[in-house]
């Protein structure tokens, strides 16, 4: 028998393995996403400004722990919180190209969003998005995530099937984005842009301020996942199975989804709908991990996507350029060749 | 000796399955169900398509509520058992291929000791010695790492079975196990199921198309009719006719000698058939396939064969043919008829 705990151990030394090493990435690549921005500041300096800040250049300071550092915390902390949102629903769902907005987390956001911006805006006048500032959109698209949690706890809660509460997630998406674009229709250029230009997502637009909200939530949101893991190792079964382990169906899916619901909610009220991360990432942690069990595929998934987070925030620097690409851009560009890969590698996109 | 009231590991009475309707709506598939399994015992539920085999298993389960009358475990009513009560006394596989890709047989396993392990799904010394033991029950030592979408359909089953060992319950319930499977992998996951029942005392109750390997190894038959469902061991529901009413089609018959169902032909025509051993019999088989039936000699026939293995000589009105094989002879009968 101790022969066989040793080998099991084995068996799982691969995922450890590979954990340790995107342990090791992450925190490379934060430093390489300080590095780059419009403008150039050499390593040493930024090494100066975090460790020695009293004796560095003052401007450099402010640049690095104002801009660079919340954002480069941002990107790590929405690459997490999506990758795991998509891990459990495509794992709730049994479907591989489920994601962290399929529940309608998205879309709710963008209705708070599209009625602050569009609506109000055009009642008050454009001042008042300056007045009310970020905040007022981060509430916004809060209050319309939380409001389609909210529903959608109501519904699984009542509704036995699986597939059905995801069609409803998508019919309720679809109409939500509906009464969006009527909105749009209705509002005026300046409005436009300015909500257009939050669908784009950003990761720069985060304070130290408000990181001191996001970062409760994405954390939150992860530790629930990481309880979950033993729920999501019996869903990879189907319900039927986990009922027959004496899994409560309901509470479990609760617990996901409430996880699901802050985590793409919190994300998307910071930045903006931050696209296919949260699909992509779970795939390459379950190939490069060559597991199913979610003890292991939530650490991975957390950090291969802070991980390709951060790449795409280098990305969207362009080199030698005050511009930046839109991060929801680059995650697309990025994370959609992951995705056609992965369909054809598996030459079956019916599993996870 | 005990009292069967006491062995009754499941005990259906006077028991209604559906699907629960708004107020009295219930949409009753069959009703008056009363029948048990005894402890130690492999049930096999027979009967069509669209019988409701699937429905019952999956009410006894607990997946769906039984519509009227009693369904007990253990001598306690399902309705009153928690999920976890229930996990613990009971395990299911279903008829569905698990396709998970990355998942190894050992995590699949393990997962049958989910009742049993903490929140996390932290798995003990015991754990694993279960896990070990029911892998090698169903003959998979060495598989352990292998990927469960890797596997056959045959493997890949016997490894659903693994994992509700694992989970080392009285109960296992199986929904139609070995419908995907090659005749070979189908006795012996039947013979897997019966030497659980028989050595490890478990009570197994399954569903199935197959009545040759039912009939062979079960203790016990829920024999699901039009009108009722009987039970009873293999050999008495055939000895008692039960077995005729199980399709209703009228090309099909029981035989009974054989223990398995027939296609009916219509016999037009008569054969005298002299020969013995295997090479008659199978003749015979061929003949019945082509509308001849066998006649005593005594009585008239249209055609006279004679079998004298690798040679079979017809003797049909007043020519005599030769052959070498069956196929040829049936080929010319078919001719005959033309």
Not at chain 1, 178 to 188: D, G, R
Not at chain 1, 191 to 212: D, E, H, I, R
């Amino acid at each position: 028998m101790a022969d066989n705990v040793l080998s099991i151990t084995k068996q799982n030394t691969r995922g450890y393995r590979v954990i340790l090493v995107f342990a090791f990435l992450v925190p490379l690549f934060f430093l390489l996403d300080l590095l780059v921005g419009s403008y150039y500041i050499p390593i040493s300096e930024i090494l100066k400004a975090i460790f020695r800040s009293d004796s560095a250049n003052h401007q450099v300071v402010l640049i690095i722990n104002q801009f660079r550092i919340p954002k480069a915390v941002t990107a790590i902390l929405s690459g997490a919180a999506l990758s795991v949102a998509g891990l459990q629903m495509q794992t709730v769902f049994r479907n591989p190209l489920a994601g962290p907005y399929i529940l309608g987390v998205s879309s709710g956001a963008s209705l708070g969003v599209a009625l602050l911006v569009l609506g109000t805006g055009g009642l008050l006048g454009g001042s008042l998005i300056s007045v009310a500032g970020s905040w007022g959109i981060v509430a916004a698209a809060w209050l319309g995530s939380g409001l389609i949690l909210l529903l959608i706890v109501i519904i699984s809660a009542r509704i036995k099937d699986i597939m059905t509460i995801l069609i409803l997630g998508l019919l309720i998406s679809s109409a939500i984005s509906s009464v969006v674009n009527i909105l749009q229709y209705f509002s005026n250029e300046s409005m436009l842009k300015s909500f257009v230009v939050w669908t784009m997502g950003s990761l720069g637009s985060v304070t130290n301020v408000q990181l001191a909200v996001l970062f409760p939530s994405v954390l939150t949101g992860i530790l629930m996942a990481f309880l979950s893991s033993k729920f999501l190792d019996a869903f990879l079964l189907g319900e039927n199975y986990a009922r027959s382990m004496g899994m409560n169906i309901v509470f479990a899916r609760m617990v996901v989804f409430l996880s699901t619901a802050i985590l793409a909610g919190s994300i998307t009220a910071f930045c903006g709908p931050i696209g296919f991360i949260g699909i992509a990432v779970p795939h390459i942690a379950r190939m490069t991990l060559r597991t199913a069990k979610h003890s292991l595929l939530v650490p991975g998934t957390i950090l291969i996507g802070a991980l390709m987070m951060l790449v795409s925030d280098i990305l969207s620097q362009l080199p030698g350029s005050e511009a930046t690409l839109p991060v929801n851009s680059v995650t697309a560009l990025l994370g959609i060749p992951i995705v056609i890969w992965i369909i054809i590698r598996n030459k079956n996109t019916a599993r996870l | 000796m005990k009292s069967d009231q006491q062995d009754k590991i499941i005990d259906l009475s006077n028991a209604s399955i559906g699907y629960l309707g708004k107020s009295k709506a219930h949409k009753i598939i069959k009703s008056a169900i009363s029948v048990y399994a005894l402890k130690g015992e492999l049930v096999a539920v027979i009967g069509e398509n669209g019988i409701g085999k699937s429905t019952l298993l999956r009410t006894i389960a607990g997946f769906q509520p039984s519509v009227e009358g009693d369904f007990r475990i253990c001598g306690k009513l399902i309705s009153t058992y928690r999920e976890k009560e229930l996990a613990l006394l009971m395990s299911f596989v279903s008829t569905e291929i698990i396709k998970v890709s990355n998942l190894s047989v050992f995590d699949l396993v393990s997962l049958g000791r989910y009742p049993y392990t903490n929140w996390f799904g932290k798995l003990l010394d015991e754990d694993h010695y279960l896990i070990e033991e029911a892998i090698s029950a169903v003959g998979l030592q060495g598989y352990e790492y292998r990927m469960v979408n890797h596997l056959s359909d045959g493997e890949r089953q016997k490894v659903m079975i693994a994992r509700s060992l694992a989970q080392n319950t009285e109960i296992i319930v199986l929904d139609e196990p070995t419908a995907f499977l090659d005749l070979s992998n189908k006795y012996e996951i039947v013979h897997i199921l019966h030497q659980l029942a028989s050595e490890k005392e478990k009570t197994i109750l399954f569903s199935t198309h197959d009545l040759t390997t039912a009939i062979a190894e079960s203790d016990r038959l829920w024999l699901m009719l039009e009108d009722s469902v009987e039970q009873g061991a293999p050999e008495d529901l055939i000895l008692n006719g039960n077995f005729d009413a199980i399709f209703h089609s009228k090309h099909l018959y029981f035989d009974r000698e054989k223990g398995d169902f027939r296609i009916r032909k219509l016999t037009k025509k008569v054969a005298h058939v002299h020969g013995e051993g295997i090479a008659m019999d199978w003749t015979i088989k061929a003949l019945a396939r082509n509308g001849f039936e066998v006649v005593n000699l005594t009585d008239p026939a249209d055609i006279t064969i004679i079998v004298n293995y690798q040679e079979w000589t017809v003797i049909h009105l007043t020519k005599q043919i030769k052959f070498n094989s069956l196929l040829s002879l049936c080929r010319y009968l078919n001719s005959l008829e033309r």
